[in-house]
T-cell receptor, first 113, second 113 residues
Framework: GAVVSQHPSRVICKSGTSVKIECRSL??????MFWYRQFPKQSLMLMAT?????????EQGVEKDKFLINHASLTLSTLTVTSAHPEDSSFYIC?????????FGPGTRLTVL | QKEVEQNSGPLSVPEGAIASLNCTYS??????FFWYRQYSGKSPELIMS????GDKEDGRFTAQLNKASQYVSLLIRDSQPSDSATYLC?????????????FGKGTHLIIQP
């Protein structure tokens, strides 16, 4: 149980384009999901908390207009990186909370050319 | 801002020996503690959670928590080459089980065959 999926696993895009990443809880309902970012040789950093049916909560320093989060159902949260630039290239990982424990999706590696 | 500190390593341990990983945290009010394992290029997977002072054992893994000293450790007995990975210590940002996590930078563990 407590399986979280992400799609796509890898994406390469041109600078200035937008990229959408999906995060799904497969066998449980998640009112709260989380989005993290991990740069090479660094640890995970929380970007935002995605709340079903309400606005996301962003961590300090994360631009909410650049990283759009939608949590339209109890099993799906999406992260859209708008007008992506090379500095946005990173490993984006979502997680969902189940029984007070977070389970992580497999991650999406974004490369912006 | 909660801080989680780990020795980045690498920590090199011979196969079959005990690997000891340590983590300290800044917020005395933290109640939940998690150890995740992350293989290169993959997302974190949960190894152990611990909430009370003392030891918690799960197979070859033992988590130890000392709230007075604000440290949590992970012991891996009978270390195997497949245990070679980065081990991340994490605490909830706001103390609740449904909160995002603050991660340490991780300890890179190498099990020598």
């Amino acid at each position: 149980g407590a399986v979280v999926s992400q799609h796509p696993s890898r994406v390469i895009c041109k600078s200035g384009t937008s990229v959408k990443i999906e995060c799904r809880s497969l066998d449980f309902q998640a009112t709260t999901m989380f989005w993290y970012r991990q740069f090479p040789k660094q640890s995970l950093m929380l970007m935002a908390t995605s709340n079903e049916g309400s606005k996301a909560t962003y961590e300090q320093g994360v631009e909410k207009d650049k990283f759009l989060i939608n949590h339209a159902s109890l099993t799906l949260s999406t992260l859209t990186v708008t007008s992506a630039h090379p500095e946005d290239s990173s490993f984006y990982i979502c997680s969902a909370s189940f029984s007070d424990t977070q389970y992580f999706g497999p991650g999406t590696r974004l490369t912006v050319l | 801002q909660k801080e989680v500190e780990q020795n980045s390593g690498p920590l090199s341990v011979p196969e079959g020996a005990i690997a000891s990983l340590n983590c300290t945290y800044s917020d005395r009010g933290s109640q939940s503690f998690f150890w995740y394992r992350q293989y290169s290029g993959k997302s974190p997977e949960l190894i152990m959670s611990i909430y009370s002072n003392g030891d918690k054992e799960d197979g070859r893994f033992t988590a130890q928590l000392n709230k007075a000293s604000q440290y949590v450790s992970l012991l891996i007995r009978d270390s195997q080459p497949s245990d070679s990975a980065t081990y991340l210590c994490a605490v909830p940002i706001s103390g609740g089980g449904a909160d995002g996590l603050t991660f340490g930078k991780g300890t890179h563990l190498i099990i020598q065959p």
